[in-house]
């Protein structure tokens, strides 16, 4: 079996205590894309990424302004004749809020129990970082790198990333490569190194409901004036038929069953429902009918609610008929279900259930394309070496719920495979309070890395 090189291990044992101080830097930098408030913090985020950057020796580090949070670009060129590879990750995080649930603040990183807990330790600043310090280890330790390495780094990841495309379009040119690789996902289990194949797009929505000019007194008015608080509930109740099933008209139509080589792969990996169900917490696990859990998290469609905003919520009672309702609706996408025709269908959708007496009103506020992807090539031939030399294990083939809708993008404007490959847990809390990362899986994420590049300058 092969091994990391030893210069490389050697390096990131030596540099261990320092490596962690970084970490802890960026970590305590609220870098939250959502919150104007923080734009500053975002901004100081990215420029903390780039000095970073040139600090491990790559040639070039810019901080580049989009109309919204910055782009970081840098670049390595120096082996010619060799791949190119394209590091993506993100430095903005999710906002932190609840705050009074988190055992340790959110952006003071604390450990506990081989845990680094801070808001970003694992999504994804944690995981940007280690491919930094995986190329500053070929660098310090050999004053090289095996292949030409361009760094990005976005901070909108967690608002849709709305200026990476067309940034992307933009340098097709300057970006050309040959895979890009990203690290913003979680591997199976502990232990278990993870390459993953699939993820869901995303069509999110505010949902309005207004109905008379201004809250009014419920006795006075109750009965004879349709409620908004209660219309929103109803439409909200025709998103799905009893059995799971999503009821929006023409929801399923551009769905594309996974291939039944993918889902009898689903089927062999060890998935334990009632330690999932155990894990998350609920009563019961529920869902659409006819599915495994792994099947409707990783393969189906979802339509839910993210967040419910009407009326009086303060203590005790208040006699109100509130004036407006709002939601938060988020549908998660499979291949090739496209978000613009998820929006239209929607739209159309709560247009024809809403009742007389009141408005509605449906915003999109991002979208994102599924993916799934090709798993052949000497990039994936090269990690799974590289994963199978830092953890001891071969890699086993995942898919995933979540979104990172950049990945689309990449694979469609720069025509390269796209490496998805992971070091967070199960369990790790990512966009919830208390969020940590596996301090293991940090140091041996960083040293399948550092290997992965040695492997692939060796196909
Ligand atoms: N790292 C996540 C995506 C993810 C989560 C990948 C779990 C694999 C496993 C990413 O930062 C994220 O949260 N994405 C958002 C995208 C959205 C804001 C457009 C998501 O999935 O909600
Ligand atoms: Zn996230």
Redesign the pocket.
């Known amino acids: 079996m092969a091994a990391v090189a030893a210069d490389l291990e050697q390096f990131l044992a030596s540099a261990q205590s320092r490596i962690h101080d970084e970490l802890n830097d960026f970590l305590r930098i609220p870098s939250v894309s959502a919150r104007s408030e923080h734009t500053p913090d975002v901004r100081r985020a990215a420029e903390w990424v780039a000095a970073q950057c040139t600090a491990i020796g790559l040639t070039t580090s810019e901080v580049i302004d989009t109309p919204g949070h910055p782009i970081v670009l840098a670049e390595w060129r120096n082996a010619p004749g060799k791949p190119t590879v394209l590091i993506y990750g993100?430095y903005d995080v999710q906002p932190p809020e609840p705050l009074e649930l988190w055992t340790s603040p959110a952006f003071e990183p604390t450990v506990r129990d081989g845990k680094l807990f801070a808001r970003g330790s694992v999504?994804?600043k944690g995981q940007l970082f280690l491919h930094l310090k995986a190329l500053e280890a070929h660098l310090a330790s050999r004053g090289t790198l095996p292949v030409n390495v361009i760094v990005l780094a976005e901070g909108e990841?967690?608002?849709?990333s709305e200026n990476l495309a067309s940034f992307i379009a933009a340098h097709v040119g300057r970006l050309q490569c040959d895979a890009v690789v990203i690290s913003?996902?979680?591997m199976f289990a502990p232990g278990q190194p993870s390459i993953l194949s699939s993820?869901r797009g995303?069509a999110y929505f505010e949902i309005r409901v207004r109905g008379p000019q201004s809250d009014l007194h419920s006795g006075m008015y109750g009965g004879a004036v349709v409620n908004p608080a209660m219309e929103l509930a109803r439409i909200l109740a025709t998103l799905h038929h009893m059995d799971g099933r999503i009821a929006i008209p023409g929801f399923y139509d551009d769905v594309k069953p996974f291939p039944d080589a993918v889902r009898e792969q689903m089927r062999g990996l060890p998935f334990d429902e009632e330690h999932f169900r155990a894990e998350v917490g609920s009563p019961a696990l529920g869902g659409e009918y006819g599915y495994t859990v792994l099947e409707r998290l990783w393969t189906r469609p979802t339509c839910e609610v993210n967040g419910l905003l009407s009326g009086y919520t303060g203590e005790g009672a208040k006699t109100v008929l509130p004036a407006h309702a709002m939601a938060k609706v988020s549908c998660r996408l499979v291949p090739d279900q496209d978000p613009a025709v998820i929006e239209n269908l929607m739209d159309e959708h709560v247009q024809s259930v809403v009742s007389a007496g009141v408005t509605v009103e449906v915003e999109h506020l991002?979208g994102?394309k599924p993916w799934r992807a090709e798993l052949s090539g000497p990039i994936f031939d090269a990690a799974r070496r590289a994963l199978l030399a830092a953890f001891g294990k071969e890699p086993v083939i995942t898919g995933?719920g979540?979104?990172?809708?950049v990945v689309g993008d990449f694979q469609r404007l720069l025509d390269v495979p796209v490496l998805l490959v992971?070091f967070g847990l199960p369990g790790e809390n990512?966009?919830a309070p208390d969020e940590w990362i596996s301090i293991e899986n940090f140091e041996v994420g960083m040293r399948a890395m550092a290997a992965l590049w040695d492997e692939l300058a060796a196909t």
């Open positions: 993100h999504d994804d990841e967690e608002v849709g913003d996902s979680t993820l995303l991002h994102g995933e979540g979104s990172i809708p992971g990512a966009h």
